[in-house]
């Protein structure tokens, strides 16, 4: 079982931010919080991620609290586009020899 | 950054027939990677764990004969579905393990399979 929870939907209106909540309460101290996105059949695209520190590139911010036990991704100024499922996910750096555990994502609409 | 290239991006089989997706890493070694399968409205359900040079480890409830993996080379891993049937449609997606250190996972784009 997936060891996030995420809200299944959410509606966001264009050029607004979209603050994405996530849930990660049985997180271990060495495993990193991951966020991912599809876009309606594609593959998942990378979006960033983090292990305590807030983390920004050039697609979102990720604000992860102080215990770790759930994050916020941020997209600051939202496109059409950016409509898609968004996962959120916790495992290891790259270290760890298992794949991804996927749950049930969020799906962000965003209104023209 | 490190890409995966997966091929074809849909295909269409008969009943019974076998079909081969490629994944290839072009601008970096995998030494794992993985399979994974979603059905429509549902999230990505891991299939598999691709090895270069070794055999693959199968998730629970994942037909090994059916589902044949390999991974023969650190830039290419294949998944065959043999004798497919049209229960076997769906989005098919391959991930590689990018270096420790690194943000991990990359994916391709996935493969639409229809059996019909």
């Known amino acids: 079982d997936a060891k996030t929870t995420q809200p299944p939907s959410m509606d966001c209106a264009e050029g607004r931010a979209a603050n994405l909540p996530c849930n990660h309460s049985t997180i271990s101290g060495n495993e990193y919080v991951y966020w991912y996105r599809q876009i309606h059949s594609q593959g998942p695209q990378y979006i960033i991620h983090g292990l305590k520190n807030n983390e920004t590139n050039e697609m979102a911010s990720l604000i992860i609290t102080e215990d770790r036990k759930s994050s916020t991704l941020i997209l600051p100024h939202a496109t059409l586009r950016d409509t898609a499922v968004y996962y959120c996910i916790v495992g290891y750096s790259g270290g760890g020899a298992d794949g991804l555990t996927f749950g049930k994502g969020t799906h962000l609409i965003i209104q023209p | 950054g490190a890409v995966v290239s997966q091929h074809p991006s849909w295909v269409i089989c008969k009943s019974g027939t076998s079909v081969k997706i490629e994944c290839r890493s072009l601008d970096f070694q995998a030494t794992t990677m993985f399979w994974y399968r979603q059905f429509p409205k549902q999230s990505l359900m891991l299939m598999a764990t691709?090895?270069?040079?070794?055999?693959?480890?199968?998730e629970q409830g994942v037909e090994k004969d059916k589902f044949l993996i390999n991974h023969a080379s650190l830039t290419l891993s294949t998944l065959t579905v043999t004798s497919a049937h049209p229960e076997d449609s769906s989005f098919y997606i391959c991930?590689?393990?990018?270096?420790?250190?690194?943000?991990?996972?990359?994916f391709g784009s996935g493969t639409r399979l229809t059996v019909v």
């Open positions: 691709s090895n270069e040079g070794s055999k693959a480890t199968y």
């Open positions: 991930s590689a393990r990018v270096e420790p250190g690194s943000y991990g996972y990359t």
